[in-house]
């Protein structure tokens, strides 16, 4: 009888969340608690600076949030001052996310901050590889999230 046998060292799905955990949890503690931000705030913001304004369910699939959180995240987000939410104007039923100034300027003294931690992580990669590992994880996304084909 064979034992299966998995080295968690070499298993590329820890591999790809034990950096993403560390990254997350190390860019909260040092950059966004003090602006009362989580890391799924944080990306909400980060999509609406580099897209600009977004339907509610476009957002939900850019930062891969369910909507329903998304609806709560955003709803802070604009208590705090740093989006704003509109009806769309081709759609009642559509609704419209925009930074806010107030978020415009948090995100000017975050980004560079969040591109110091991109250079943290990937200190000692080679610009090259580093694009190949960029490249290879959109596709391993891509991979996980269309529809499966029966076989």
């Known amino acids: ?16 969340n034990r950096v993403g955990s560390v990254l997350a949890v190390r860019f909260t503690a040092e ?9 799924a705030m ?3 913001l980060a999509v609406l600076s580099s897209n600009g304004g977004q339907r509610q369910i476009d957002l939900a699939e850019l930062t891969s949030i ?4 998304l609806s ?10 740093l ?10 039923r559509e609704v ?9 300027a948090l995100l000017d003294r975050l980004i560079p901050a969040a591109l110091g931690f991109e250079g943290i992580v990937s200190a000692g990669v080679a610009r090259k590889d580093l694009a ?18 029966a076989r």
């Open 1 to 16: 009888m064979r034992r299966s046998h998995l080295d968690l060292g070499d298993y590329l799905p820890y591999l790809i």
């Open 31 to 39: 950059r966004l608690a003090a602006q009362g931000l989580s890391i």
């Open 42 to 44: 944080w990306r909400v």
């Open 66 to 69: 369910d909507a329903s959180t």
């Open 72 to 81: 709560r995240l955003v709803t802070r987000l604009i208590r705090m001052r």
């Open 83 to 92: 989006v704003s939410r509109s009806r769309s104007r081709t759609s009642n």
């Open 96 to 104: 419209l996310v925009r930074l806010s100034p107030k978020g415009r």
């Open 132 to 149: 190949v590992v960029k490249r290879s994880l959109r596709r391993m996304y891509a991979n996980m999230t269309r529809p499966r084909v």
